[in-house]
């Protein structure tokens, strides 16, 4: 955190409304620095819940793939084919669905960054 | 001392038995109408002065309010306005439920696959029927991406329908095993205290900040949770 003495009332505080905006624009940028400073816990709990998504994502579409072959199979009488098939399809899907989990991710880690230098500026 | 499973087990209130159909009132059903009947009570009592200045309650309550309606507008766009009260309803009670989970010696109804898998069901069915209604056989372009070769249809088709029957399955496994770490690990940790005696004072220290990250867990579950419910609504409204 950096203290120039611009945003300290007292200091060249001639009362003008422009010395009023410049030391709340200081103000602002000291607020944005220190948000900025708090990101890395923050950033550290979102990574978790974002691995822990992963993680879910990657097992539910294996098991819901897995789940229709067994299923098709015995309705069908073909075990063991279409547990094999469905379950790759399964894994397929799991891919899928982790690649566009991380596009989101991806995209809304882009838009708060970009909210944040909107808001330091 | 009681095992860290045993505070999963459901039990019986009052027994009710239809046929062969046991529909007994058990301590899952009494805490998910805890859940119900508190969050109610908590809505009704802090917006019952309803001044135009808040008092600390009703901000709370405003709060969130405003959460809800911020994630809507942020997920879903305008259209989802009209499907705020069944996702502000679907947020309170599963944030009471993970919420009243944490009171030492009650139970926690999100912890059983079962109350969130059909809970994540009821949103999926209903999810569907929107889009179905909305958009009629034009719904099934979500299984097509935009521009892709006819041919591809063969992979692409079953690899985008198991796709989407799969996230009923990771939105509720998601919200059950977050809940049921979490209480098995406060568990464990505090059954280190009765065993080690003295020393007990370690786990104890290390039982504090783990009750908060957990208090804060279960809000955020029931925020993810909702979140999701509106991308799922999102798709099923806007077809990607």
Redesign the interface.
Same mark, same amino acid.
């Given at each position: 955190m950096t203290h120039d003495d611009g945003d300290r009332p007292g200091a060249k505080d001639d009362g003008s409304l422009e010395s009023l905006a410049r030391r709340l624009q200081a103000a602002k940028t000291r607020r944005g620095g220190r948000r900025g400073g708090a990101a890395g816990s923050e950033g550290r +709990?979102e990574a978790m =819940?974002a691995g822990?998504?992963v993680a879910?994502?990657l097992?539910?579409?294996v !098991?819901? =793939?897995t789940g *229709?072959g067994i299923v098709l199979d015995k309705w069908l009488g073909t075990q063991p084919w279409l547990l094999i098939l469905?379950f790759l *399809? =399964?894994c397929?899907?799991?891919f !899928? @669905?982790v690649y566009r989990l991380g596009q989101r991710l991806d995209r809304e880690a882009k838009e708060r960054r970009a909210a944040g230098q909107a808001k330091g500026k | 001392m009681a095992g860290p499973l045993e505070q999963f087990e459901i039990k019986p209130i009052i027994a009710i038995e239809i046929g062969a159909l046991d529909l007994s009132f058990t301590n899952s059903a009494a805490f998910m109408v805890a859940a119900v009947g508190g969050s109610a009570l908590f809505l009704g009592l802090c917006m019952s002065g309803r001044a135009l200045v808040p008092t600390r309650w009703q901000s709370l309550a405003e709060m969130i309010y405003e959460v809800v309606a911020n994630m809507i507008r942020d997920n879903v766009g305008s259209e989802g306005r009209a499907y705020f009260p069944f996702i502000f309803t679907l947020f309170v009670f599963v944030l009471f439920s993970n919420l009243i989970g944490m009171v030492p010696g009650s139970f926690t109804t999100t912890s059983h696959l079962i109350v969130t898998f059909a809970l994540a069901a009821a949103i999926f069915v209903g999810v569907t029927l929107i889009g179905i209604f909305r958009h009629g056989l034009k719904f099934l372009s979500l299984f097509f991406p935009h521009g892709a070769p006819w041919w591809t249809a063969f *992979?692409l088709v079953?690899?985008?329908l198991?796709?989407y029957?799969?996230?009923p399955? +990771?939105l509720s496994?998601?919200l059950f095993? @977050?809940m049921t770490v979490g209480h098995v690990l406060l568990k464990v940790i505090a059954g280190f205290i009765a065993l080690l005696g003295i020393f007990g004072a370690l786990p104890f220290l290390f039982l504090i900040p783990l009750t908060a990250l957990e208090i =804060?867990i279960a809000v !955020?579950q029931a925020y *993810?949770f909702t979140i999701l419910s509106c991308v799922y609504l999102h798709d099923a409204l806007h077809l990607h």
């Open positions: +709990s =819940g822990m998504r879910v994502e097992v539910a579409a !098991l819901v =793939g *229709i469905f *399809i =399964g397929v899907a799991a !899928l @669905n | *992979i079953p690899v985008e198991v796709s029957l799969s996230r399955v +990771s496994v998601r095993a @977050n =804060g !955020l *993810i």
